[in-house]
C-alpha cells in the first residue's frame, strides 16, 4: 500500500490482493530442497494474523491521499493454488499488473505462476524474492525449467537484493 501511496496516490482502482497460508509454507514434494527452516509449516503465524494484517492495510489506505476511499484491499487466507483459481473465477474482470512470489515450494509456485501469467497485463511484473538463492532452488527451478524459454518476458535482477529478480510479460 505504501508503494500504490507514493507512486499513484490518486488511482482509486488499484487493489492489492495477498494470498497467504498464515500456516506456513506449503506443497513442498521431492522436487524441493527442504531445510530446517524452509519445509512445510514453517513461518506459521498465529490464527488471527489474517485479521491483523488486513485491519493493517486498511490503516494504510486511510493515511494515504484519498483516504476515505478504503477497504479496497483484500487478505485471502488459503492454499494459492486453491485460492487463486477461486479468486479469478469469482472476480472475472481482474487483471493482474504485479506480483509478488515469496512461497518457495515448486508446485504452488508453477501453479500460481500460471494462473496470473494469464490474467497478467502486458508489461506487468512479476516479482521472485528467492529466484537464485541455492539454499530455496524451488523459485530458480520452476523459472529455469517451466518459464524460460516459454513464456514471453524480459528479467532483470535486483540492485539492491540480489535473490530478488523480476521478469516483465512482453
Same mark, same amino acid.
Given at each position: 500500500?505504501?508503494?500504490?501511496?507514493?507512486?499513484?496516490?490518486?488511482?482509486?482502482?488499484?487493489?492489492?490482493?495477498? !494470498?497467504?497460508?498464515? @500456516?506456513?509454507?506449503?506443497?513442498?514434494?521431492?522436487?524441493? *530442497?527442504?531445510?530446517?527452516?524452509?519445509? &512445510?509449516?514453517?513461518?506459521?503465524? @498465529?490464527?488471527?494474523?489474517?485479521?491483523?494484517?488486513? #485491519?493493517?492495510? #486498511?490503516?494504510?489506505?486511510?493515511? $494515504?491521499?484519498?483516504?476515505?476511499?478504503?477497504?479496497?484491499?483484500?487478505?485471502?487466507?488459503?492454499?494459492?493454488? &486453491?485460492?487463486? *483459481?477461486? !479468486?479469478?473465477?469469482? $472476480?472475472?474482470? @481482474? %487483471?493482474?499488473?504485479?506480483?509478488?512470489?515469496?512461497?518457495?515450494?515448486?508446485? =504452488?509456485?508453477?501453479?500460481?505462476?500460471?494462473?496470473?501469467?494469464?490474467?497478467?497485463? =502486458?508489461?506487468? %511484473?512479476?516479482?521472485?524474492?528467492?529466484?537464485?538463492?541455492?539454499?530455496? =532452488?524451488? #523459485?530458480?527451478?520452476?523459472?529455469?525449467?517451466?518459464?524460460?524459454?516459454?513464456?514471453?518476458?524480459?528479467?532483470?535482477?535486483?540492485?539492491?537484493? =540480489?535473490?530478488?529478480?523480476?521478469?516483465?510479460?512482453?
Amino acid at each position: 500500500e505504501n508503494l500504490r501511496a507514493i507512486f499513484e496516490p490518486l488511482h482509486l482502482n488499484r487493489r492489492i490482493v495477498c !494470498f497467504d497460508t498464515f @500456516e506456513g509454507y506449503k506443497g513442498f514434494s521431492e522436487k524441493d *530442497k527442504t531445510t530446517a527452516i524452509h519445509k &512445510e509449516g514453517t513461518y506459521k503465524v @498465529e490464527n488471527d494474523y489474517a485479521h491483523y494484517l488486513q #485491519e493493517l492495510l #486498511e490503516l494504510h489506505e486511510k493515511s $494515504n491521499a484519498m483516504g476515505h476511499n478504503y477497504g479496497k484491499h483484500k487478505v485471502i487466507k488459503g492454499d494459492c493454488r &486453491e485460492k487463486l *483459481k477461486e !479468486f479469478f473465477h469469482d $472476480n472475472s474482470h @481482474e %487483471v493482474v499488473a504485479l506480483a509478488f512470489f515469496d512461497v518457495n515450494s515448486y508446485d =504452488p509456485t508453477l501453479k500460481a505462476f500460471e494462473m496470473i501469467y494469464e490474467r497478467m497485463i =502486458p508489461g506487468g %511484473v512479476m516479482a521472485f524474492w528467492q529466484l537464485t538463492r541455492n539454499s530455496i =532452488p524451488a #523459485e530458480g527451478m520452476v523459472y529455469s525449467k517451466e518459464i524460460m524459454g516459454k513464456y514471453n518476458h524480459e528479467i532483470y535482477r535486483s540492485q539492491f537484493y =540480489p535473490g530478488l529478480c523480476y521478469l516483465i510479460k512482453k
